[in-house]
């Protein structure tokens, strides 16, 4: 089974600090995602990589980047955390069209 | 408003009954993927059916896809209090370039024992 683990299951930070939530898959999948979930308003997509060393912005890149070193890892970096950035995170890996594999998410809140 | 919307967004059944979410989307598909998520956990896919094909079965559930009226449906049958999830409707694009996966809003079930 593809396993997804992401390297927190609760976080608190204080504002202005610089943020790593960590997202590690054993399945050799090309494709990794980062999504934040809010109540109301679904899944959204932050940034996604197709490979080793690519990113691509999603729909709401603002405030946060990311780091793909090996194919393995794909790292969130809030660079400087505010408030409005509270939320669940989920990442996510796929190979090609087929379904996405989640990690169980990281509760983030910022205070 | 996203490409996948569900309806109903809130359902509350008893154990035993059917249950039924909807999803409409927008645009061109390649296929439509249903996942379940239990609470404070991550997304797990549940279903996937191709725009080539119109109804899928899987255990208790049933999904069903009409391309003219861009919409799907995921029937649960004989629910149980562990189905007690909400559920999300995915689309694919068709195949060119990068397919980005677009989720819905969700549709929270929850099945009274």
């Known amino acids: 089974d593809v396993k997804v683990t992401q390297s927190s299951r609760y976080l608190v930070k204080r504002t202005g600090e610089k943020v790593f939530l960590e997202c590690v898959q054993d399945?050799?999948?090309?494709?990794m995602f980062w999504y934040r979930q809010d109540p109301g308003l679904g899944l959204r997509l932050i940034y996604f990589?197709?490979?080793?060393?690519?990113?691509e912005k999603g729909d709401i890149p603002e405030g946060y980047s990311v780091s793909r070193e090996k194919k393995e890892r794909f790292s969130l970096i809030l660079e400087s955390a505010s408030t409005n950035q509270t939320s669940m995170y989920l990442c996510?890996?796929?190979?090609?069209?087929?379904?996405?594999?989640f990690g169980d998410g990281t509760r983030l809140s910022i205070l | 408003s996203q490409q996948g919307e569900e309806d109903p967004q809130a359902l509350s059944i008893q154990e035993g009954e059917n249950a039924t979410m909807n999803c409409s989307y927008k645009?061109?598909?390649?296929?439509l993927q249903w996942y379940r998520q239990n609470s404070g956990r991550g997304l797990v896919h549940l279903i996937l059916?191709?725009?080539?094909?119109r109804e899928k079965h899987s255990g208790r559930l049933r999904v069903t896809l009409d391309t003219s009226k861009k919409s799907s449906s995921l029937l649960i049958t004989a629910s149980r209090a562990a189905d007690t999830a909400s559920y999300f409707c995915?689309?694919?694009?068709?195949?060119?370039?990068?397919?980005?996966?677009?989720f819905g809003t969700g549709t929270k079930l929850q099945v009274i024992p």
């Open positions: 996510a890996s796929r190979s090609g069209n087929q379904p996405q594999h």
């Open positions: 399945m050799d999948h090309e494709n």
């Open positions: 990589s197709y490979d080793v060393k690519m990113k």
């Open positions: 645009t061109s598909i390649n296929n």
């Open positions: 059916i191709r725009s080539n094909e």
């Open positions: 995915a689309t694919v694009p068709p195949t060119g370039g990068y397919q980005k996966v677009t």
